[in-house]
């Protein structure tokens, strides 16, 4: 099937070693923000979230860190393994006025994560 | 598997047909979203609903496409007078309401325009 990560920044890691992918996001609105993995026909997975009162979130072999001074978000992924290879994504959500959010994800460019065996 | 479910996974019609695609939400959320993919791109917002309330459209949402959520639960989207540009892959997502909720992706429909 047709991949997702044509044209894309690219990411090789070895197998064992840790990835870092990174994002830099567009508004400084955002309050909410997520990680997608996305393998090549197949929807963007649910990895991590963190929302901007925080500036660290661990998961399982993931971690997320937020730096809203630059607006950067990174995921770091621990013992990389073949399985994680795909395409990943950072998606903002943008905090309104009346104290909810925009309904709709803001998306990156994303990011192609290759591991060698 | 109780994940957001896409149907057809795959269509392939010719210019100027009109196409409809469904989506059934993971059952316990209320909010359903429409978004397009174009190769090599991240999703883009097209549409959400809250229950059968279509809250937000984006202005890539032209008048040929309409969306329905007539009872809450699943969703249609319909393109009409289809063209070459609309070939994409068509993402539905669903999540609870209130801020900061994941959205779940399905795997979404792959619309070819001959």
């Known amino acids: 099937g047709e991949s997702v990560g044509l044209h894309l920044p690219t990411l090789s890691v070895q197998e064992g070693d840790n990835s870092i992918i990174n994002c830099a996001y567009s508004?400084?609105?955002?309050?909410?923000f997520i990680w997608y993995k996305q393998e090549s026909g197949k929807g963007p997975q649910f990895i991590i979230d963190?929302?901007?009162?925080?500036d660290k979130r661990q998961g399982q072999r993931v971690t997320v860190l937020l730096n809203k001074t630059v607006k950067h978000l990174s995921l770091q992924i621990a013992a990389t393994q073949p399985g994680d290879s795909a395409v990943y994504f950072c998606?903002?959500?943008?905090?309104?006025?009346?104290?909810?959010?925009?309904?709709?994800?803001?998306f990156g460019k994303g990011t192609k994560l290759s591991v060698k065996p | 598997d109780t994940g957001v479910s896409q149907d057809p996974r795959h269509k392939i019609t010719k210019r100027g047909q009109n196409v409809t695609f469904r989506c059934d939400p993971i059952?316990?959320?209320?909010?359903l979203y429409w978004y397009r993919q174009t190769l090599g791109q991240g999703p883009e917002f097209l549409t959400y609903?809250?229950?059968?309330?279509?809250?937000?459209k984006s202005r890539l949402l032209s008048d040929r496409f309409s969306a329905e959520r007539p009872k809450g639960s699943f969703s249609t989207l319909e393109i009409q007078r289809t063209e070459q540009g609309d070939s994409a892959m068509y993402l539905c997502?669903?999540?609870?309401?209130?801020?900061?909720?994941?959205?779940?992706f399905g795997d979404g429909t792959r619309l070819s325009i001959l």
């Open positions: 997502a669903s999540s609870w309401t209130g801020s900061n909720q994941p959205q779940h």
């Open positions: 508004n400084s609105a955002s309050d909410y």
């Open positions: 963190i929302r901007s009162n925080m």
């Open positions: 998606a903002e959500n943008i905090h309104v006025d009346y104290g909810g959010s925009q309904g709709n994800l803001i």
């Open positions: 059952s316990e959320h209320n909010r």
């Open positions: 609903f809250q229950n059968e309330a279509q809250l937000e």
